[in-house]
């Protein structure tokens, strides 16, 4: 079946380091790609998202782009700041009804 | 717009009670998601319904009813509750745009079964 793989956390980074999330999905047909974002003791709130191949999602600095060949959809950011503080979920949709296939989150921590 | 609503926001159940976790949207949308969310396993799909009168399982729907007699609401029943059901549950609602269907979720109810 489709599947999510994220990289394990949680992630610790200083102020204004550079962020890498690695996902990468199976799949048997074309999804859609998604980051969505939890704060603490908060629901889910999409990030960003991708439809096609070679797209690129980008939203509050961060980035990600859809990889067919390598079935990638990493997140990227340039310099996270502290209150980038979050779980970060990957997920993908194929099927009609909106099922949404999640990756185990991973756990970002930036410090001061 | 309040978007997508759940509660109660905290429950605690014993063993073999029984109850109804309540969930709305205002967005007319017309797909609605139940999830849980446990700890290193993301959130998986309990039930899901694509419109008013029609709903189907999910990845987890052992131990949950839904049903669906509205556009606006979707609730989720425990019919005997288990310890093995303590978990964050979040509903979520989308429509279809271009494909893309993005879902919005709910703040959560956060149950524990002792």
């Known amino acids: 079946g489709d599947s999510v793989t994220q990289m394990e956390g949680p992630v610790t980074l200083s102020e204004e380091a550079f962020l890498t999330i690695n996902c990468t999905y199976t799949?048997?047909?074309?999804?859609?790609l998604f980051w969505y974002v939890q704060y603490p003791g908060e629901g889910l709130q999409l990030l960003l998202k991708?439809?096609?191949?070679?797209d690129k999602g980008s939203n509050k600095g961060f980035e990600a782009t859809y990889r067919k060949e390598t079935t990638s959809f990493h997140l990227e950011k340039g310099s996270v700041q502290v209150s980038d503080s979050a779980v970060y979920f990957c997920a993908l949709n194929m099927e009609y009804g909106n099922k949404l296939v999640f990756g185990a989150g991973t756990i970002l921590r930036v410090k001061s | 717009n309040a978007g997508v609503t759940q509660t109660p926001k905290f429950q605690v159940l014993k063993t073999g009670q029984s109850m109804t976790l309540q969930c709305a949207q205002d967005?007319?949308?017309?797909?609605m998601s139940w999830y849980r969310q446990d700890p290193g396993m993301g959130l998986r799909l309990i039930h899901y319904s694509v419109g008013a009168g029609i709903t189907d399982q999910g990845e987890v729907p052992n131990g949950y009813n839904v049903s669906r007699s509205t556009t606006e609401d979707f609730p989720l029943r425990l019919l005997s509750a288990a310890p093995s059901q303590t978990s964050v549950y979040f509903c979520a609602s989308s429509y279809s745009a271009l494909g893309s269907y993005e879902q919005y979720f709910g703040p959560g109810t956060r149950l524990t079964v002792t």
């Open positions: 967005m007319n949308h017309e797909y």
């Open positions: 799949a048997t047909g074309y999804p859609s």
């Open positions: 991708a439809t096609k191949a070679d």
